[in-house]
């Protein structure tokens, strides 16, 4: 069964911490995605990667950096965690080819809370 | 600025019943469109797609219908079971070689009463 596995279910950090959410894929996938969810806002991009060492910036990427040194994993930084960056956060992959047909696959996301 | 809108937050439908659910768009390059279906501590997962030269996709018990000219999209459940309880999601889609992005809605929690 193919997965994208996110690291932590769930994570309490505090304001000022540097954070770190870790993303493995086993499907040999080229593109991997960051959104966060919240209430009444949906889902929305924060980063992308369509190859190892690329990244793009996605709507919402200020606090956010990212990480992908190799195909399978795509790391989420936030260089320094504040109250407002309290979500769901899930990490998505698919393949080079129509997303259409298929979709993202995401993982089971991690909800984090900055106290 | 909401590209793609699910104007309802929530919706209850007897079981057995249609569940019809509602998605808007504003960005006329989107191409094609995807519904997901989330339950709670579970991503989202994919549930049926369209292509903008379509107006009517079906599987199974799930139906989207496409209304260029309005912006416009729907999905319809029929007949609607309780394991169709979650939050879905419409999401749109821009062409580009494979590598594409996806705008997602704000969402729908669709509660099925039996």
Same mark, same amino acid.
């Given at each position: 069964?193919?997965?994208?596995?996110?690291?932590?279910?769930?994570?309490?950090?505090?304001?000022? =911490?540097?954070?770190?959410?870790?993303?493995?894929?086993?499907?040999?996938?080229?593109?991997?995605?960051?959104?966060?969810?919240?209430?009444?806002?949906?889902?929305?991009?924060?980063? *992308?990667?369509?190859?190892?060492?690329?990244?793009?910036?996605?709507?919402?990427?200020? /606090?956010? %950096?990212?990480?992908?040194?190799?195909? =399978?994993?795509?790391?989420?930084?936030?260089?320094?965690?504040?109250?407002?960056? &309290?979500?769901?956060?899930?990490?998505?992959?698919?393949?080079?080819?129509?997303?259409?047909?298929?979709?993202?696959?995401? /993982?089971?996301?991690?909800?984090? &809370?900055?106290? | 600025?909401?590209?793609? #809108?699910?104007?309802?937050?929530?919706?209850?439908?007897? =079981?057995?019943?249609?569940?019809?659910?509602?998605?808007?768009?504003?960005?006329?390059?989107?191409?094609?469109?995807?519904?997901? #279906?989330?339950?709670?501590?579970?991503?989202?997962?994919?549930?049926?797609?369209?292509? %903008?030269?379509?107006?009517?996709? =079906?599987?199974?018990? *799930?139906?989207?219908?496409?209304?260029?000219?309005?912006?416009?999209?729907?999905?319809?459940?029929?007949?609607?079971?309780?394991?169709?309880?979650?939050?879905?999601?419409?999401?749109?889609?821009?062409?580009?070689?494979?590598?594409? #992005?996806?705008?997602?809605? &704000?969402?729908?929690?669709?509660?099925?009463?039996?």
């Amino acid at each position: 069964d193919v997965k994208v596995t996110q690291s932590s279910r769930y994570l309490v950090k505090r304001t000022g =911490e540097k954070v770190f959410l870790e993303c493995v894929q086993d499907m040999d996938h080229e593109n991997m995605f960051w959104y966060r969810q919240d209430p009444g806002l949906g889902l929305r991009l924060i980063y *992308f990667s369509y190859d190892v060492k690329m990244k793009e910036k996605g709507d919402i990427p200020e /606090g956010y %950096s990212v990480s992908r040194e190799k195909k =399978e994993r795509f790391s989420l930084i936030l260089e320094s965690a504040s109250t407002n960056q &309290t979500s769901m956060y899930l990490c998505a992959s698919s393949p080079s080819s129509p997303v259409q047909d298929y979709g993202y696959t995401f /993982g089971s996301g991690t909800r984090l &809370t900055v106290v | 600025d909401q590209q793609v #809108k699910q104007n309802s937050p929530s919706l209850s439908v007897q =079981e057995g019943r249609i569940s019809i659910l509602n998605c808007d768009y504003t960005n006329s390059m989107f191409d094609y469109f995807l519904w997901y #279906k989330k339950y709670p501590a579970e991503g989202p997962t994919f549930l049926i797609s369209i292509s %903008s030269i379509k107006d009517k996709n =079906e599987d199974g018990r *799930f139906t989207v219908f496409l209304n260029k000219s309005a912006k416009h999209l729907s999905l319809h459940i029929v007949p609607s079971q309780p394991g169709d309880s979650a939050v879905y999601f419409c999401a749109a889609g821009v062409p580009n070689f494979g590598n594409e #992005k996806l705008t997602f809605g &704000t969402g729908t929690r669709l509660t099925i009463i039996p």
